[in-house]
Nanobody, 126 residues
């Protein structure tokens, strides 16, 4: 199983950025997926999660209304559209995947995910 994030970069506060995660070596449609982030000196935190079917989605309070998680099971991709970015959104963003038996299960805790990508840096300047 391989998860590869892309699309990170430098953006000004108030701007938008879309990051993606390409999955391989797995039956993507059988995996609940999530985005996490880790800022320097801070613990990893949950950002968003989506069920296998894409029908169930959950966001952290800090990004709700600004970020949108989506998936394309036909292309084995997971996306995170980030808008109205703030300097406090600066972090390395990781995608994570966990096979689930139920199509509507989501995972919000990092330890519940077995597979992780290497991360992509998102930097928001003030």
């Amino acid at each position: 199983v391989q998860l590869l994030e892309s699309g990170g970069g430098l953006v000004q506060a108030g701007g938008s950025l879309r990051i993606s995660c390409a999955a391989s070596g797995l039956t993507f449609s059988m995996y609940a997926m999530g985005w996490f982030r880790q800022a320097p000196g801070k613990e990893r935190e949950f950002v968003a999660a989506i069920s296998r079917s894409g029908d169930v989605i959950y966001y952290s309070d800090s990004v709700k209304g600004r970020f949108t998680i989506s998936r394309d099971n036909s292309k084995n991709t997971l996306d995170l559209q980030m808008s109205i970015l703030k300097p406090e959104d600066t972090a390395v963003y990781y995608c994570a995947g966990q096979p689930t038996s139920d199509s509507n299960t989501i995972r919000r805790v990092g330890t519940e995910y077995q597979y992780w990508g290497q991360g992509t840096q998102v930097t928001v300047s003030a």
